[in-house]
C-alpha cells in the first residue's frame, strides 16, 4: 500500500527588534508562541535595552526552542531587522514590534491565503490598542492587487500598507533590499514602494489579525527635525511611485502634504526649510495643488492656513 507523506509548510522567520519594552515583552512573544502555524523560527534581536528586556528574551529561549535571541549594541530598528534578515533560515519573513501581539491565527491566515490565492505578498489588517480601547477598522473583505497597483480606497484603514508588520513576505523580497539605517522616522513606508515593485500578485484582508499597541511615548509621537524631514522624504517617494503606477493618488497626496504641514508647524529650527521644501512641491505639482484650495492657502500663507483650517 502506497502512502503519501504531507509536505510540511514554508518556514516563517519572525523578526522582533526590542528595546526597552520590557512591560509588554512576555505578551508579545507568548502570542508568538501560540500561533496555529508552527514552523516558526522567532529572531529575538535585543538593541541595546537598558531595562529587563534582554533578560526576558533570554528566558523564552530556554522555554521554545525555535527561539534565537542576539543581544548587541543599541542601533536602531533598521539595523536591528536588517541583522535579523541576514540570519533568518525561513522561505518567509514577517516582522513584530516588541510592544505589539498577534492573534494566534495570524500567520496561519496569511499564509493559507497566499497559497490560494498564489500570491507572493499577503497583507492583514489591524486593530489598533489605543489608551485601553479597542479600535477596529472597516471590513473591506478581501482584495487582490496586481503589479504593485494597490488600491488605498479598498483597504480597511489607509495606514495598513505602510507598515511592515501586518505582513507576510516571501524570502526573495529581501534579497536586494534592507530598511534604510540612516533614517529615524517612517522608514517602513519608504521601503514600501520597493516592496510593491516586487509584487506580481498581493492579497489583502481586512481582519485585524494584528494588535498595535499605540503609546503616547513611541517614536510616532515624538518628531523632531530630522524625523520630519524622513516623513517627508518617505511619503515623497511613495507619492512618486503611485503616480508612476497610474492608480489613485488622493491618499498619497493627502499624506505628502500633511507632512509638509506637519514639518513646518512642529519644526523648532527649520520651519523656512519646510516650507522651501512644500514651496518646491507646488511648483512641481502645480496644476494639481491649483485645484485645491488647502495648498494654495498653505503656499500663499501658513498662518492663514492654520487660521482657517
Known sequence: MQTTTKKMKEKISIIIPIYNTATYLDRCISSIIAQSYKNIEIILINDGSTDNSG?????WAAKDK???VIHKKNSGVSNTRNMGLSIA??????????DDYLSPNIYERLYSLMKYYSCDLAICGRTRICEGKTIKYADTGIQIFYDGKIDMRKLGCQYDLNISVNKLYKKQYWTNLRFPENMTYAEDLFITPDILSQSHKAVYTSE???Y???RNTSASFMLNDQKLINDIQAKEKFYSFM??????TQIAFDWLFGAYVRGYKQSKNKK???KRKYNRF????FRICMKKTKCILFYLSPSSYFLFK
Open 55 to 59: 533578560h526576558i528574551c533570554s528566558i
Open 66 to 68: 525555535r527561539i534565537k
Open 89 to 98: 533560515q525561513g522561505e518567509l519573513i514577517a516582522f513584530v514590534d516588541s
Open 208 to 210: 485585524g489579525l494584528y
Open 212 to 214: 498595535y499597541y499605540e
Open 243 to 248: 503616480c508612476n503606477k497610474q492608480v489613485d
Open 272 to 274: 523656512k526649510d519646510f
Open 282 to 285: 507646488f511648483q512641481n505639482h
